[in-house]
């Protein structure tokens, strides 16, 4: 807790689950594409099976992929140009121990049995490493692009939820909105724990107690000390009050590292600028007030990539590394 108190393990779930995340404890991830790419919407995509694999290598947590159908020009960020799935497919066999998670796959637009096909499948094939954020959109361009309204995903989130949770089970019945599961259908595979990982991003169009209950964690985005602090503590009381387990929270940062180890931090989109060592100690009280991973995203990196990873591995994953390493 933010309090430094002793928290209740975590479930036990998939093996990415495990290494990434753990009570009292923060460690680090890395947006998908490990490039910087400040001045454009579309990433190259050089070099980024091997840094994929570098990452692997320096211990960090997890990779991150997003979900971006369409290069929306408001948005400003075609995220990894790959569908995510595919591209889970082919990290799961370039990688080795790195968690794989998408943040996130947005549920109103896709069918839940295809993205339930599509991650346990990924599941499989990477021996357990997946996690899977789920979230209800919030780029109204693409919607009227596939036929969909806007406005009630978040309906249709929470249905597509229940859908794809059903699908984890032996001959599901279930029946919704999606359609109907009538107890002798079966979809393989299936995931490698009783259940895939599902983190809830943001509110997803749900109430905090929902997202409380039903997720197997949060993802959410920079805030103020006192702010993280409290949304971490209101998300673990909800989840206590509903009888669910203790479950970790996550969050994305936007870094531009600085050569200068000392280097004092400006602002920029969802981050800073700084030097190593604000950035540790920006870290250590993430850890404090109960944050259990960060996902850094360097797309307005202006060092090299590779050495800021290298640098970011020496200085940081000491204490904030991959657990079981």
Excluded at 48 to 75: M, T, Y
Excluded at 111 to 118: F, I
Excluded at 188 to 209: E, F
Excluded at 246 to 251: C, D, H, L, S, Y
Aim: hydrophobic fraction near 40%.
């Amino acid at each position: 807790m933010p309090d430094g108190a002793p928290l209740s393990p975590f479930p036990q779930l998939n093996r990415g689950y495990a290494t990434t995340f753990q009570p009292n404890r923060l460690s680090l991830g890395l947006v998908v594409p490990l490039e910087a790419y400040p001045n454009s919407a579309m990433p190259t995509m050089e070099h980024h099976i091997e840094r994929a694999q570098l990452a692997d290598k320096l211990g960090f947590s997890a990779l991150w992929l997003r979900d971006v159908p369409f290069n929306v020009p408001s948005f400003g960020d075609a995220g990894q140009i790959y569908d995510p799935f595919v591209y889970l497919g082919l990290l799961s066999g370039m990688t080795r121990n790195i968690a794989l998670g998408v943040a996130s796959a947005i549920l109103p637009l896709r069918h839940p049995a295809h993205v339930a096909k599509a991650a346990y499948s990924a599941d499989q094939l990477s021996g357990g490493r997946v996690l899977l954020g789920v979230a209800s959109g919030d780029r109204p361009d693409e919607y009227p692009a596939l036929n969909m309204s806007f406005p009630d995903r978040g309906e249709r989130f929470r249905e597509a939820f229940d859908y794809f949770r059903a699908l984890g089970q032996t001959n599901p019945i279930h029946q919704g909105a999606h359609g109907s599961l009538n107890g002798q259908l079966d979809m393989l595979p299936k995931p490698t724990a009783p259940r895939l990982p599902l983190l809830i991003t943001g509110g997803s169009q749900q109430s905090p107690d929902w997202v409380a209950e039903h997720g197997d964690g949060c993802i959410t985005y920079p805030r103020s000390a006192a702010q993280q602090a409290q949304l971490v503590a209101d998300y673990r009381a909800r989840a206590q009050r509903a009888g669910a387990p203790n479950k970790p929270v996550m969050q994305s940062l936007y870094v531009d590292l600085l050569a200068e180890d000392s280097a004092a931090p400006s602002p920029i989109h969802l981050g800073f600028r700084s030097g190593v060592s604000y950035l540790k100690s920006y870290l250590t009280a993430l850890q404090a007030q109960g944050v259990n991973h960060v996902a850094l995203n360097l797309r307005f990196n202006r060092r090299n990539i590779d050495d800021t990873m290298n640098q970011l591995a020496d200085r940081l994953l000491p204490d904030f590394g991959r657990s079981g390493d």
